[in-house]
T-cell receptor, first 112, second 113 residues
Framework: ELKVEQNPLFLSMQEGKNYTIYCNYS?????LYWYRQDPGKSLESLFV?????AVKQEGRLMASLDTKARLSTLHITAAVHDLSATYFC????????????FGEGTQLTVNP | NAGVMQNPRHLVRRRGQEARLRCSPM?????VYWYRQLPEEGLKFMVY????????ESGMPKERFSAEFPKEGPSILRIQQVVRGDSAAYFC???????????FGSGTRLTVV
């Protein structure tokens, strides 16, 4: 059974600081996704990572994928309050029916 | 392009009643997925459907829950005889064969009182 684990689950940081969220998964996967969810809202797609060594950046967020280590990271640079949200990583394996398995989520709070 | 449309946004049911949640996928998407999110938790896969076919229902509870995606109309997630533990946010996502990625709807927040 595919398992996806994120850490930390809760992260409180000051504006201007950098931090990294980690996502480990237990079996070989086809694609890794990062989503953002604001309270009471739906999921907003941030990144899709397809291959080993993939790195994508959007604003203050950068995601990377190491398929050999089965690890993805979401790095936050110079955090701002607007980044406060819950971040989920998710993995899918097309041959297993193409569905997403989610991590528990990292609840990020950026304090002024 | 309206995206994935779910309705209702909020649904309140008394214990024992039935809940029907609807999902219209994005235009051009023929794959529909339902996920459940309990408070303070991640999303858990429930069922994957294509038109008139259930492809994978391994995440569906064995009783009271059913899903369909008819030839015409939206996908329906049906929960019979709801209990308090069914209170959750139910999200629908759609995808196509042509590109990877899943688009999520705004969700239906079910409250059982």
């Amino acid at each position: 059974e595919l398992k996806v684990e994120q850490n930390p689950l809760f992260l409180s940081m000051q504006e201007g600081k950098n931090y990294t969220i980690y996502c480990n998964y237990s079996t070989t996967s086809d694609r890794l996704y990062w989503y953002r969810q604001d309270p009471g809202k739906s999921l907003e797609s941030l990144f899709v990572l397809l291959s080993n060594g993939a790195v994508k950046q959007e604003g203050r967020l950068m995601a990377s994928l190491d398929t050999k280590a089965r690890l993805s990271t979401l790095h936050i640079t110079a955090a701002v309050h607007d980044l406060s949200a819950t971040y989920f990583c998710a993995v899918d394996i097309v041959t297993s029916g193409s569905r997403l398995t989610f991590g528990e989520g990292t609840q990020l709070t950026v304090n002024p | 392009n309206a995206g994935v449309m779910q309705n209702p946004r909020h649904l309140v049911r008394r214990r024992g009643q039935e809940a029907r949640l609807r999902c219209s996928p994005m235009k051009g998407h023929s794959h529909v997925y339902w996920y459940r999110q309990l408070p303070e938790e991640g999303l858990k896969f429930m069922v994957y459907l294509q038109k008139e076919n259930i492809i994978d229902e391994s995440g569906m509870p064995k009783e009271r829950f059913s899903a369909e995606f008819p030839k015409e109309g939206p996908s329906i997630l049906r929960i019979q005889q709801v209990v308090r533990g069914d209170s959750a946010a139910y999200f629908c996502a759609s995808s196509s064969l042509q590109n990877y990625g899943y688009t999520f709807g705004s969700g239906t927040r079910l409250t059982v009182v």
